[in-house]
């Protein structure tokens, strides 16, 4: 009986402290959602783009996708994200979805334009370009014809 009191013990300690390292990696790496406005672009294929994926410019995290539908009428991929209240995009910014690597997850990339006027809540992101499907790429390379047979 002392032993199961025991193992309890520890098992209860081990779970604590693995929450607390969850918690403080969580906080630590710009994890969650960002609030703020809110912005949509359509892109003919998302890839592996997921809701709560983060939104960057020059690499930093302003942002993170809300979420994603299809447009009936168009048939492109919807991306509602949501920008820091703090960042102010020309309305010709353009949208990229890139990878983190070969195993890593997808993000957007914006890339601000130039124009005066900026987007604002509802606004909508006209240049974008689609993810790169990595595994057709590899597919064409690999199933292409050699030169010089």
């Known amino acids: 009986m002392k032993r199961n009191i025991v193992e309890t013990i520890i098992g209860a300690i081990v779970l604590v402290v693995a929450v607390g390292f969850f918690?403080?990696?969580?906080?630590?790496?710009?994890?969650?959602?960002?609030?703020?406005?809110?912005?949509?672009?359509?892109?003919?294929?998302?890839?592996?783009?997921?809701p709560g994926a983060d939104?960057?410019?020059?690499?930093?995290?302003?942002?993170?996708?809300?979420?994603?539908?299809?447009?009936?009428?168009?048939?492109m991929a919807r991306v509602v994200i949501s920008i820091d209240d703090r960042v102010e995009l020309p309305s010709d910014t353009s949208a990229s979805i890139g990878m983190e690597g070969l195993l890593g997850g997808a993000f957007i990339a914006l890339e601000p334009g130039g124009d005066i006027e900026m987007l604002g809540n509802g606004g909508m992101i006209l240049f974008t370009e689609s993810a790169l499907d990595l595994a057709s790429i590899i597919r064409q390379v690999v199933l292409s014809p050699k030169d010089g047979s």
């Open 55 to 75: 939104v960057r410019i020059s690499g930093i995290k302003v942002g993170s996708v809300l979420r994603q539908e299809l447009d009936p009428e168009t048939f």
């Open 23 to 50: 918690a403080f990696a969580y906080t630590r790496t710009d994890g969650g959602t960002v609030s703020g406005y809110e912005i949509v672009a359509e892109f003919t294929g998302v890839g592996a783009l997921a």
